[in-house]
C-alpha cells in the first residue's frame, strides 16, 4: 500500500505550519504502508493540481490532507467536505473567492473515504485528544477535501481519500493568550497512529461519533 500525505505551506502571517512540519517528521513506513510526503501552497486549486500531479507520479492508493485548525483542542478527522469557497482571508497568492462552488459539476458535498472513527479511537489510544470533526471550514482546507474527493470520483476511480485537522504547534501558542496547542512530537504520533488505522481498517467502526461544536 502507498499513502500521499500531504501538507500545507505557512498561511495567514505564521512563520510555520504544524501540517508540513509534522507530515516531514512521519516515518517513511507505516503499518507496512509506504508514506510519500508532499508539501502543497495554501492557494486555491494550485493546491489541488500539485496533489494532482503527484497522484500521477507515485500513484498512491490512499491520499490524507493534514492542515492546521488554530484553537482547536486536538487533532481531529474531518467527516465531510463542501463544494463552496468562502475564504475569511486571502490565500498566499490573494485569491478570496466568497460563496463560490469549488466545482461547479460537483455535488453538495463529499465524505470523507478514510475510516474516520477508527482513526480517532487509535489516535486516543496513543494518548492524544482526537475527535470526528463535521466542519473542515470553507477555506483552503476544506477546498483540497472536496476537491481532491472530487478527483478521485472523477479521475482516479478506487483511490481513498480524507482530512486531518491539527491544532496549533506549541511555539505558536507562545503570543497567543489562553489559545490551545499541541507539541510537534505529539502531533506527529497522532497523526502516525490515524494512519495505522487506516491501513489496518478497510472499513469503519461502528461508534458514535456526533457532537455538538
Request: negative net charge; charged residues 25%; hydrophobic residues 40%.
Amino acid at each position: 500500500m502507498k499513502i500521499l500525505v500531504t501538507g500545507f505551506d505557512p498561511f495567514g502571517g505564521e512563520p510555520v505550519n504544524p501540517a508540513i512540519e509534522s507530515v516531514k517528521r512521519l516515518p517513511d513506513t507505516i503499518a507496512g504502508a509506504e508514506i510519500v510526503k508532499l508539501e502543497i501552497p495554501t492557494v486555491c486549486y494550485k493546491s489541488l493540481e500539485k496533489i494532482d500531479a503527484k497522484i500521477q507520479e507515485v500513484n498512491p492508493d490512499i491520499i490524507i490532507s493534514v492542515g492546521q485548525a488554530g484553537g482547536r483542542t486536538g487533532i481531529t478527522v474531518e467527516r465531510v467536505g463542501i463544494n463552496v469557497d468562502d475564504c475569511r482571508i486571502p490565500d498566499n497568492e490573494g485569491n478570496q473567492p466568497i460563496d463560490e462552488p469549488i466545482f461547479k459539476d460537483g455535488p453538495d458535498a463529499y465524505f470523507s473515504a478514510l475510516p474516520i472513527k477508527a482513526m480517532v479511537k487509535n489516535i486516543q489510544a496513543a494518548g492524544i485528544p482526537a475527535a470526528v470533526s463535521d466542519t473542515a471550514g470553507t477555506f483552503i482546507c476544506n477546498h483540497v477535501l472536496y476537491g481532491v474527493r472530487y478527483m478521485c470520483e472523477h479521475k482516479y476511480p478506487g483511490k481513498k481519500s480524507g482530512f486531518i485537522h491539527i491544532p496549533f504547534m506549541t511555539s505558536q501558542a507562545v503570543d497567543k493568550k489562553n489559545t490551545p496547542s499541541m507539541s510537534l512530537d505529539d502531533i506527529v504520533k497522532g497523526l502516525t497512529a490515524a494512519i495505522e488505522a487506516v491501513v489496518k481498517n478497510e472499513k469503519d467502526i461502528k461508534v458514535t461519533g456526533g457532537h455538538i461544536c
